[in-house]
C-alpha cells in the first residue's frame, strides 16, 4: 500500500531502536542556514514566569505534531510531561496552578516515562492517535500526575497547522512543458503531477530563484536544484506525463522561493514555470518521512532524548 505524503514505514519498535542514537547531521562546510525552517511558529517561551528553567519555542510541525526548539527544562521533581489543555487557555488553567482536565502525552521517544533535564534541545511530541492541535487549547509542561503547570502556550482559535499546500501548475511557455498539479509537500519537497517535457532544450535543468521574475543568474545556492534523481549536473531528460518529487538541497527551504522553473541556462529561457505563494504554512522537511523521529538535516546536533 503507497505512504502518504509525510507518512513512514517504520513501525514503533524500529523507531524506538532508531531512537537510541543520536544523530549528528552537518551542513557541507562553509554552508549555514541562517534561517533554517522549523514549521509554524505557535510561541517562543512558555509564558510570562515559567519554573523549572522552562525555556524554547513552540512550532506546529503538522496537526499531529509540534516541535520544541532550544528546550531547557531542569526535570528537578521528576514525574514531568508536556500537557495539553482540553477546555480553557492557558492562563486560566495556570491562575490556579493546576488543570485536573489537561492530557498528558508521551515523551520524545513515545513512551511514558518522565521527561529528563533538557538544555537548548530540540524535541519533537506527537499527539494522542486521532487528535489535532486544534483539538487542545494550550501546550505545557508540567506533572503529569498532579497537573501542576510549570509554563506553557495557546494555541490560538482557528489554527491552522501545517500541511501540504497545492500550488498550482506548470505554465506552459516552450518545449511542451506542462504539468498536474505541483504540491509542495514539505519545505524541501516538491510533488509534481504529469510532468511533460521535451528534452530538447540544449541546457535545461530545475531551477528555483527569489526573484520576482523567472531569470536566470540566481545566486548561489538558487539555481538549478537536483531532478528526482538527484542528478544535477547533466541537462533534464525528456518527461512523458510522469510523477516526480524534487527534494530541494539543504541549504535551502522552499519558504524562501518564488518560483520553479524548467530552464535554460545558456540561453536564459523559460520554458514553464509554477509560482509559490508566500508564507507557504508547509511541514518542515525531516530526513524520516513522518517527523516523530527527530533527524532534521537544517540543524547540527541534535538530542532525540
Not at 527534494?247 to 514555470?273: E, Q, R
Request: charged share 15%.
Amino acid at each position: 500500500m503507497p505512504l502518504k505524503p509525510g507518512k513512514t514505514c517504520f513501525d514503533s519498535t524500529t523507531r524506538r531502536i532508531l531512537s537510541l542514537f543520536t544523530v549528528l547531521l552537518v551542513l557541507p562546510f562553509g554552508v549555514q542556514a541562517e534561517f533554517p525552517y522549523y514549521g509554524k511558529l505557535i510561541q517562543n517561551g512558555f509564558g510570562s514566569n515559567p519554573s523549572h528553567g522552562l525555556a524554547g519555542s513552540i512550532y506546529a510541525v503538522d496537526e499531529n505534531s509540534f516541535q520544541v526548539t532550544g528546550f531547557t527544562f531542569d526535570a528537578i521533581g521528576g514525574d514531568s510531561a508536556f500537557l495539553l489543555g482540553v477546555d480553557k487557555d492557558y492562563a486560566t488553567a495556570s491562575g490556579t496552578g493546576a488543570d485536573s482536565t489537561a492530557v498528558a502525552i508521551s515523551n520524545p521517544l513515545g513512551q511514558s516515562a518522565p521527561l529528563r533535564a533538557y538544555n537548548g534541545e530540540t524535541v519533537m511530541l506527537e499527539l494522542p492517535t486521532g487528535m489535532t492541535l486544534s483539538d487542545y487549547k494550550y501546550i505545557a509542561v508540567g506533572n503529569k500526575t498532579t497537573k501542576e503547570l510549570y509554563g506553557g502556550a495557546d494555541i490560538p482559535n482557528g489554527f491552522s497547522a501545517p500541511a501540504p499546500q497545492n500550488v498550482g501548475t506548470f505554465s506552459s511557455l516552450a518545449h511542451g512543458v506542462a504539468s498536474g498539479d505541483v504540491t509542495v509537500l514539505n519545505d524541501r519537497m516538491i510533488s509534481i503531477k504529469a510532468f511533460r517535457y521535451d528534452g530538447q532544450g540544449p541546457d535545461a535543468f530545475f531551477y528555483v530563484g527569489t526573484t520576482s521574475n523567472v531569470a536566470g543568474g540566481q545566486r548561489s545556492p538558487y539555481g538549478k536544484i537536483p531532478d528526482e534523481n538527484g542528478n544535477s549536473q547533466t541537462k533534464a531528460k525528456a518527461y512523458s506525463d510522469r510523477d516526480i518529487v524534487l527534494t530541494l538541497p539543504d541549504t535551502m527551504s522552499v519558504t524562501d522561493l518564488k518560483w520553479l522553473s524548467m530552464f535554460c541556462i545558456s540561453y536564459a529561457h523559460d520554458f514553464g514555470n509554477v509560482k509559490f505563494p508566500a508564507n507557504l504554512n508547509v511541514p518542515p522537511y525531516s530526513e524520516i518521512g513522518k517527523y516523530g523521529i527527530v533527524m532534521f538535516v537544517r540543524f547540527g546536533l541534535i538530542s532525540i532524548y
